[in-house]
């Protein structure tokens, strides 16, 4: 079974930056792609963006695009998401997704998720 561990959610005011972190583990961890998303209160969740693990290949949403960053270390099998240029609208609860199998990064057709880490940017 993996396990994915967030952190680094909190309460930041427009224009500020927060990094997220999420570490998968398990006794014989493997995955093809680690990707974050977001839901807002009463809106659908959403892709924000994701990396594969091996090509080291990233997709992002065009709404964040050019502020948010992924990044990854391989012998800690975690990813990162830096976040700048933060604003109201990115308030919500982000979650991490690990896929042990080939699929469409931008989609939800992830194995496992992490419980979420609230976001909250203030005007």
């Known amino acids: 079974q993996v396990q994915l561990v967030e952190s680094g959610g909190g309460l930041v005011q427009a224009g500020g930056s927060l990094r997220l972190s999420c570490a998968a583990s398990?006794?014989?961890?493997?995955?093809?792609?680690m990707g974050w998303f977001r839901q807002a209160p009463g809106k659908e969740r959403e892709f924000v963006v994701a990396?594969?693990?091996?090509?080291?290949?990233?997709y992002y949403a065009d709404s964040v695009k050019g502020r948010f960053t992924i990044s990854r270390d391989n012998a800690k099998n975690t990813v990162y998401l830096q976040m700048n240029s933060l604003e109201p609208e990115d308030t919500a609860i982000y979650y991490c997704?690990?896929?042990?199998?080939?699929?469409?990064?931008?989609?939800?057709?992830?194995?496992?998720w992490g419980q979420g880490t609230q976001v909250t940017v203030s005007s």
């Open positions: 997704a690990a896929a042990s199998r080939s699929i469409r990064p931008w989609t939800n057709e992830y194995d496992h």
């Open positions: 398990g006794r014989t961890f493997s995955s093809y792609a």
């Open positions: 990396i594969t693990w091996s090509g080291g290949r990233i």
